[in-house]
């Protein structure tokens, strides 16, 4: 096996794509219950250029230079001491740790509590976004919202998904299918008949006045609202159900200081601050749904590991439809 690797880096905060490094390192060593990951693909995220920009700073990034991202889909080709649940040859998907990073790189190195298998039928390409995608789609319906999959919902449940054709968006509309609710969508123009393909009940062109009023053509006030798009607390309220809630997945100190007024003023309709869980168990029920044709990933554009940069200006222009993938094969 290669001793050393490509990969991409930067080295200082700021720059965005112009501050990314092309440079060649040594292959990471696995770890106790670490797994060598020889990289096919990668998942670009817009934390993956907050984190450049300095939003985590001062607790990450963990070192500097910084390979950044955390999606991944590749082959196991080391074991790290005390790895009993994989082997060398297992086609896998991963999340690494969000403020080490390491997927634009040739080689990762993955924790076995974030991997999960991946079926010969999944490609990397399809894959390797599962882990922010739609592990945060997953989580905002099912821990955040309260809605279940086992078809035990009581009843059914009105749910507004904004930013529907973006890269959480596009899983949550069919997840939020998957577990029977109504779902009301926003996206562009554009994009509206691939929102309506992936399975959601109404879709409103955001740019419209419907639309920036938000309100469903049926007339129905949200129990839900998935707040993919950044929008403030207020501009749901109009239409949300007197015990609604909105899942903001921002992660802004203003949700905090909103949600103690809240609080402190006992208001019925809440705002829900999300903060993804990494755990592999989530990342194999996404990565199984997509084998059994129940979920599929809807990719923008793809781009090699030598023109990253160029995947790194998509994700900070913020107009993907679907995900962005970096492939190193």
Same mark, same amino acid.
């Given at each position: 096996m290669a001793k050393t690797m490509q990969?991409?880096?930067?080295?200082?905060?700021?720059?965005?794509?112009? &501050?990314?490094?092309?440079?060649?390192?040594?292959?990471?060593?696995?770890?106790?219950?670490?797994?060598?990951?020889?990289?096919?693909?990668?998942?670009?995220?817009p934390v993956d250029w907050k984190i450049q920009q300095g939003v985590f700073r001062p607790i990450g990034p963990a070192k500097m230079p910084c390979i950044p991202g955390i999606d991944i889909a590749g082959e196991v080709v080391g074991l790290g001491p005390g790895v009993t649940s994989?082997?060398?040859?297992?086609?896998?998907?991963?999340l690494l740790e969000l403020l080490k990073g390491g997927s634009l790189a040739e080689y990762a190195v993955?924790?076995?509590?974030?991997?999960?298998?991946?079926?010969?039928?999944?490609s990397a390409t399809d894959a390797a976004p599962l882990g922010v995608g739609g592990t945060t789609a997953l989580q905002t319906i099912r821990d955040s919202a309260g809605i279940k999959f086992d078809g035990s919902n009581q009843v059914t449940k009105n749910v507004l998904i904004t930013a529907a054709s973006g890269g959480v968006?596009?899983?949550?509309?069919?997840?939020?299918k998957l577990a029977g609710v109504h779902v009301t969508a926003t996206c562009g123009a554009r994009n509206i008949d691939l929102?309506?393909? $992936?399975?959601?009940?109404?879709? $409103?062109?955001?740019?419209?006045?419907?639309?920036?009023?938000l309100q469903s053509p049926s007339g129905k006030k949200?129990?839900?609202? $998935?707040?993919?798009? $950044?929008?403030?607390?207020?501009?749901?309220?109009?239409?949300?159900?007197?015990?609604?809630?909105?899942?903001?997945?921002?992660?802004?100190?203003k949700l905090f200081l909103t949600k103690a007024i809240q609080i402190v003023t006992c208001q019925k309709q809440r705002l829900v601050p999300f903060?993804? &869980?990494?755990?592999?168990d989530d990342l194999q029920f996404v990565t199984n749904l997509v084998k059994e044709g129940k979920l599929k990933t809807i990719i923008d554009s793809t781009y090699p590991l030598s023109k990253a940069e160029d995947a790194w200006v998509r994700c900070i222009e913020g107009r993907a439809t679907g995900r962005i993938v970096v492939t190193m094969v």
């Amino acid at each position: 096996m290669a001793k050393t690797m490509q990969v991409v880096q930067y080295s200082t905060f700021g720059g965005g794509a112009a &501050a990314l490094q092309h440079a060649e390192v040594p292959v990471p060593t696995p770890g106790k219950e670490q797994v060598l990951v020889k990289v096919e693909a990668a998942g670009v995220n817009p934390v993956d250029w907050k984190i450049q920009q300095g939003v985590f700073r001062p607790i990450g990034p963990a070192k500097m230079p910084c390979i950044p991202g955390i999606d991944i889909a590749g082959e196991v080709v080391g074991l790290g001491p005390g790895v009993t649940s994989f082997k060398v040859g297992d086609k896998v998907v991963a999340l690494l740790e969000l403020l080490k990073g390491g997927s634009l790189a040739e080689y990762a190195v993955a924790s076995i509590k974030t991997t999960a298998k991946r079926p010969d039928e999944i490609s990397a390409t399809d894959a390797a976004p599962l882990g922010v995608g739609g592990t945060t789609a997953l989580q905002t319906i099912r821990d955040s919202a309260g809605i279940k999959f086992d078809g035990s919902n009581q009843v059914t449940k009105n749910v507004l998904i904004t930013a529907a054709s973006g890269g959480v968006g596009t899983y949550a509309v069919q997840l939020a299918k998957l577990a029977g609710v109504h779902v009301t969508a926003t996206c562009g123009a554009r994009n509206i008949d691939l929102v309506k393909s $992936l399975g959601a009940d109404e879709v $409103l062109d955001y740019k419209t006045p419907e639309g920036k009023n938000l309100q469903s053509p049926s007339g129905k006030k949200y129990d839900v609202v $998935l707040n993919y798009s $950044l929008q403030p607390f207020s501009s749901f309220k109009p239409q949300l159900a007197p015990q609604g809630k909105v899942i903001d997945i921002s992660g802004s100190p203003k949700l905090f200081l909103t949600k103690a007024i809240q609080i402190v003023t006992c208001q019925k309709q809440r705002l829900v601050p999300f903060f993804m &869980a990494t755990n592999g168990d989530d990342l194999q029920f996404v990565t199984n749904l997509v084998k059994e044709g129940k979920l599929k990933t809807i990719i923008d554009s793809t781009y090699p590991l030598s023109k990253a940069e160029d995947a790194w200006v998509r994700c900070i222009e913020g107009r993907a439809t679907g995900r962005i993938v970096v492939t190193m094969v």
